[in-house]
């Protein structure tokens, strides 16, 4: 079975200030970490590694740093890392970012299975997974808490559907995006570390894709843009109320009506 | 074993010192206070007062003192010795709502707390302000003030020492209801005998502490865990020496069965990151640079693998940390509900016989037909071994378990070890005390106790008879 996986290098904290003029994260000094949704997917790409054989390579979008991201994958049991980096990628939304990473998985090669997180931590959108299934004409499906069983041509998996979870079937190849605590990920190994040094990533830009027209990526290729972002308001204004609950109640009634909540 | 009942008349008279909210008396006080966390020793006290301040206690040990009636000390009853168990009855007074963080001194790099607060609650407080305090015994809600009575040391010890280095000031209240202060901000003290010293560890026999100065290190900004799979527990276990030896400074250095692995991912629902080797060690290595982390972390990583180590895995972001080190801290109550009823033994020895030590335990358990699961402190020689009763008949179960415990205690003994590492003597390990340090020593201690509680009063039958 070949498996790919799509990961994504993200801020190591939550603590990240915002640009307010480009609207995009000050990722500059801040230390990086991989999206946390995407370990689920490597684990769930390694436990089927075990159960059917294959390979399971991994690839993410960035700068010459997310190669850090590629290797902890690799550390971890993944056995090949694909870099997609150019500077005309840059400045990407979804869409672009989506038709990007289907130039580059077309690139690598025909995979079985294509496993995401079901979001990253940064840009939170939850559509870059299921886009890219869509930009290779595969099925797909989100919220993946386990991959049941592989048979021949389809695969079974559990879907989580807030109040209720799904046995689907689906045809290979397929694109599934894995759910928060989905499974426990195995740990990056030192021994593979050692053994490994830092081969094993392969790095590829624009020239390497099919399309080669630059105004399908980056900025260029992006229909969406951010007007403003910015942190949201803090309000520490705070009233204490003391006494017995009867009249606390009372009190706490009192002011939802007035704020017209109740 | 209540031979000293207090009147009706003692009775008001507390009422009148303490309000009603605060004071209950005979059966309006809960099974909980009748034991604490292991179980084993049991007995209630006949009036129980949730203190709140030091004049307070002072003038309840005032009465108590010259009325003679027995006082016991509890804070969370997260202790397995039975040390703060009431088991003569009399009067306890349960620290918990005591639980303020008085102070931060940012220039003496102290903190001042409460008896209540909880261990959890001050790590939580000191990382929020940049500091560390470095003792972390497994039992997070713990209360402060139990922690220094027991001079529990937790997971850092070998990089940091245990509780009593990070000890700075006390205060008492003596049986009789005077209050002393011991020791206090300052960092060297030549002034005569150390008896903040001797408070810490005394399991509440000698005084009672309302307040604590601890010393706080600046928080290290960067650690890394490494976990290290062994395929069996002698090779892991005899691999701690040497690493020590490496001069590589980890802050702990823990090792775990498989096990007792299997028994923390039933109890918390989560999958451990890796069960497939029979042992693991698991070390924590702090730092203020990832590269001074690494370098030290990568020195004792490649002696692993040289030495047996089936692999090093990295231990890097926090929610790896999270997924090792809950199980971790699960272990003591993932093997309690794994059995029916179990006792333990938390004997210290030299790091060079931790190895020996577990070859024993397995030996015993083969030999007695009994599981006996363990876990503990590689780094420090303070081990956790528990003997559990699963299926066995209480007589048999009581049988197997002192011979048990005189087997283990000879050969901790054997080996230059001590009784306790950490969890004390209480109630439970009393004759085990007596016979490894002998008479003389039993001795001196009890001149101690009687110096400090010449009637007998504050804790009577604990640590020593």
Same mark, same amino acid.
């Given at each position: 079975?070949?498996?790919?996986?799509?990961?994504?290098q993200?801020?190591?904290?939550?603590?990240?200030?915002?640009?307010?003029?480009?609207? /995009?994260?000050?990722?500059?000094?801040?230390?990086?970490?991989?999206?946390?949704?995407?370990l689920?997917?490597?684990?769930?790409?390694?436990?089927?590694?075990?159960?059917?054989?294959?390979?399971?390579?991994?690839?993410?979008?960035? $700068?010459?740093?997310?190669r850090?991201?590629?290797?902890?994958?690799?550390y971890?049991?993944?056995?090949?890392?694909?870099?997609?980096?150019?500077?005309?990628?840059?400045?990407?939304?979804?869409?672009?970012?989506?038709?990007?990473?289907?130039?580059?998985?077309?690139?690598?090669?025909e995979?079985?299975?294509?496993?995401?997180?079901?979001?990253?931590?940064?840009?939170? /959108?939850?559509?870059?997974?299921?886009?890219?299934?869509?930009?290779?004409?595969?099925?797909?499906?989100?919220?993946?808490?386990?991959?049941?069983?592989?048979?021949?041509?389809?695969?079974?998996?559990?879907?989580?559907?807030?109040?209720?979870? %799904?046995?689907?079937?689906?045809?290979?190849?397929?694109?599934?995006?894995?759910?928060?605590?989905?499974?426990?990920?195995?740990l990056?190994?030192?021994?593979?570390?050692?053994?490994?040094?830092? %081969?094993?990533?392969?790095?590829?830009?624009?020239?390497d894709?099919?399309?080669?027209?630059?105004?399908?990526?980056g900025?260029?290729?992006?229909?969406?843009?951010?007007?403003?972002?910015?942190?949201?308001?803090?309000?520490?204004?705070?009233?204490?109320?003391?006494?017995?609950?009867?009249?606390?109640?009372a009190?706490?009634?009192?002011?939802?009506?007035?704020?017209k909540?109740? | 074993?209540?031979?000293?009942?207090?009147?009706q008349?003692?009775?008001?008279?507390?009422?009148?010192?303490?309000?009603?909210?605060?004071?209950?008396?005979?059966?309006?006080?809960?099974?909980?206070?009748?034991?604490?966390?292991?179980?084993? =020793?049991?007995?209630?006290?006949?009036?129980?007062?949730?203190?709140?301040?030091?004049?307070e206690?002072? +003038?309840?040990?005032?009465?108590?003192?010259?009325?003679e009636? $027995?006082?016991?000390?509890?804070?969370?009853?997260?202790?397995?010795?039975?040390?703060? =168990?009431?088991?003569?009855?009399?009067?306890?007074?349960?620290?918990?709502?005591?639980n303020?963080?008085?102070?931060?001194?940012?220039?003496?790099?102290?903190?001042? =707390?409460?008896?209540?607060?909880?261990?959890?609650?001050?790590?939580?407080? *000191?990382?929020?302000?940049?500091?560390?305090?470095p003792?972390?015994?497994?039992?997070?809600?713990?209360?402060?003030?139990?922690?220094?009575? /027991?001079?529990?040391?937790?997971?850092?010890?070998?990089?940091?020492?245990?509780?009593?280095?990070? =000890?700075?000031?006390?205060?008492?209240?003596?049986?009789?209801?005077?209050?002393?202060?011991?020791?206090?901000?300052?960092?060297?003290?030549?002034?005569?005998?150390?008896?903040?010293?001797?408070?810490?560890?005394?399991?509440?026999?000698?005084?009672?502490?309302?307040?604590?100065?601890?010393?706080?290190? $600046?928080?290290p900004?960067?650690?890394?865990?490494?976990?290290?799979?062994?395929?069996?527990?002698? /090779?892991?276990?005899? *691999?701690?020496?040497?690493?020590?030896q490496?001069?590589?400074?980890?802050?702990?250095?823990?090792?775990?069965?498989?096990?007792?692995?299997?028994?923390?991912?039933?109890?918390?629902?989560?999958?451990?990151?890796?069960?497939?080797?029979?042992?693991?060690?698991?070390?924590?290595?702090?730092?203020?640079?990832?590269?001074?982390?690494?370098?030290?972390?990568?020195?004792?990583?490649k002696?692993?693998?040289?030495?047996?180590?089936?692999?090093?895995?990295?231990?890097?972001?926090?929610?790896?940390k999270?997924?090792v080190?809950s199980?971790?801290?699960?272990?003591?109550?993932?093997?309690?509900?794994?059995?029916?009823?179990?006792?333990?033994?938390?004997?210290?020895?030299?790091?060079?016989?931790?190895?020996?030590?577990?070859?024993?335990?397995?030996?015993l358990?083969?030999?007695?037909?009994? %599981?006996? $699961?363990?876990?503990?402190?590689?780094?420090?020689?303070?081990?956790?071994?528990?003997?559990?009763?699963?299926?066995?008949?209480?007589?048999?179960w009581?049988?197997?378990?002192?011979?048990l415990?005189?087997?283990?205690?000879?050969?901790? +003994?054997?080996?230059?070890?001590?009784?306790?590492?950490e969890?004390?003597?209480g109630?439970?390990? %009393?004759?085990y005390?007596?016979?490894?340090?002998?008479?003389?020593?039993?001795?001196?201690?009890?001149?101690?106790?009687?110096?400090?509680?010449?009637?007998?009063?504050?804790?009577?039958?604990?640590?020593?008879?």
């Open positions: 079975m070949k498996i790919l996986v799509c990961i994504k993200v801020p190591g904290t939550t603590a990240v200030e915002v640009d307010e003029k480009t609207g /995009t994260l000050k990722r500059e000094g801040v230390e990086s970490k991989m999206n946390l949704f995407d689920y997917a490597i684990e769930q790409a390694l436990i089927l590694k075990k159960q059917y054989g294959g390979t399971v390579d991994v690839i993410t979008m960035g $700068p010459d740093q997310a850090a991201v590629l290797m902890e994958a690799l971890m049991g993944a056995d090949r890392g694909i870099l997609i980096s150019d500077r005309a990628l840059a400045g990407a939304d979804v869409l672009a970012t989506s038709y990007t990473l289907a130039q580059g998985i077309q690139w690598s090669g995979y079985d299975l294509i496993l995401c997180g079901k979001q990253t931590t940064d840009g939170d /959108t939850a559509q870059v997974g299921p886009e890219t299934a869509e930009f290779l004409g595969m099925e797909h499906v989100s919220n993946v808490l386990k991959v049941l069983k592989v048979e021949e041509g389809s695969l079974e998996v559990l879907e989580n559907q807030e109040n209720e979870v %799904r046995r689907l079937q689906l045809p290979l190849p397929c694109l599934l995006t894995m759910e928060k605590d989905a499974n426990t990920p195995r990056p190994s030192y021994k593979r570390k050692l053994e490994m040094g830092d %081969r094993g990533v392969e790095v590829i830009s624009l020239k894709f099919k399309d080669k027209d630059t105004s399908h990526y900025a260029n290729g992006s229909p969406t843009r951010v007007e403003r972002i910015f942190p949201p308001e803090k309000n520490t204004a705070r009233q204490m109320y003391e006494g017995e609950p009867k009249d606390l109640a009190s706490l009634g009192q002011l939802l009506k007035e704020r909540f109740i | 074993m209540n031979e000293r009942t207090l009147s008349g003692q009775i008001s008279a507390l009422k009148q010192m303490i309000p009603e909210e605060r004071i209950r008396v005979g059966g309006q006080i809960g099974e909980d206070y009748s034991h604490d966390e292991l179980g084993g =020793v049991f007995g209630y006290p006949e009036v129980l007062i949730q203190v709140m301040s030091t004049e206690i002072s +003038e309840i040990m005032k009465y108590a003192y010259e009325q009636i $027995p006082v016991v000390v509890r804070g969370a009853g997260t202790g397995l010795v039975g040390a703060a =168990v009431a088991v003569e009855g009399g009067i306890m007074l349960e620290t918990t709502r005591m303020h963080i008085l102070e931060l001194d940012e220039e003496n790099l102290t903190v001042t =707390v409460e008896p209540g607060v909880l261990l959890m609650e001050l790590a939580q407080y *000191a990382e929020e302000h940049g500091f560390l305090y003792p972390d015994p497994g039992e997070k809600s713990a209360t402060i003030g139990g922690n220094i009575s /027991t001079n529990a040391g937790g997971m850092r010890a070998v990089k940091y020492g245990v509780t009593r280095d990070y =000890v700075r000031g006390l205060t008492v209240v003596l049986p009789d209801g005077t209050v002393v202060e011991l020791g206090g901000k300052i960092v060297k003290n030549s002034s005569g005998y150390s008896l903040k010293d001797l408070i810490i560890g005394s399991e509440g026999t000698l005084g009672i502490i309302t307040r604590a100065i601890l010393k706080l290190v $600046p928080l900004e960067k650690s890394v865990s490494l976990l290290v799979p062994y395929p069996e527990m002698e /090779t892991a276990i005899a *691999a701690v020496p040497k690493i020590i490496l001069k590589a400074a980890p802050t702990a250095i823990e090792f775990m069965e498989r096990e007792v692995i299997l028994f923390a991912e039933d109890y918390l629902g989560k999958k451990f990151p890796d069960t497939d080797s029979a042992a693991y060690l698991l070390l924590t290595f702090d730092g203020n640079s990832m590269d001074q982390v690494e370098s030290e972390y990568e020195k004792v990583a002696y692993c693998l040289d030495h047996g180590a089936v692999d090093v895995y990295i231990v890097d972001t926090p929610e790896r999270e997924a080190w199980a971790r801290g699960a272990f003591l109550e993932a093997i309690k509900a794994s059995t029916t009823e179990m006792d333990e033994c938390d004997v210290v020895v030299p790091r060079n016989h931790v190895a020996d030590f577990i070859r024993y335990t397995h030996e358990a083969g030999q007695f037909d009994i %599981r006996i $699961p363990s876990f503990g402190h590689a780094g420090d020689g303070n081990l956790h071994v528990y003997i559990c009763q699963d299926e066995l008949g209480e007589n048999e009581k049988e197997k378990l002192s011979a415990f005189d087997a283990m205690y000879a050969r901790a +003994e054997e080996y230059g070890g001590a009784v306790s590492g969890h004390g003597i109630f439970a390990k %009393r004759e005390l007596r016979r490894q340090v002998g008479e003389t020593q039993i001795e001196l201690m009890r001149g101690i106790k009687k110096a400090f509680d010449p009637k007998g009063l504050l804790n009577p039958g604990k640590v020593i008879d």
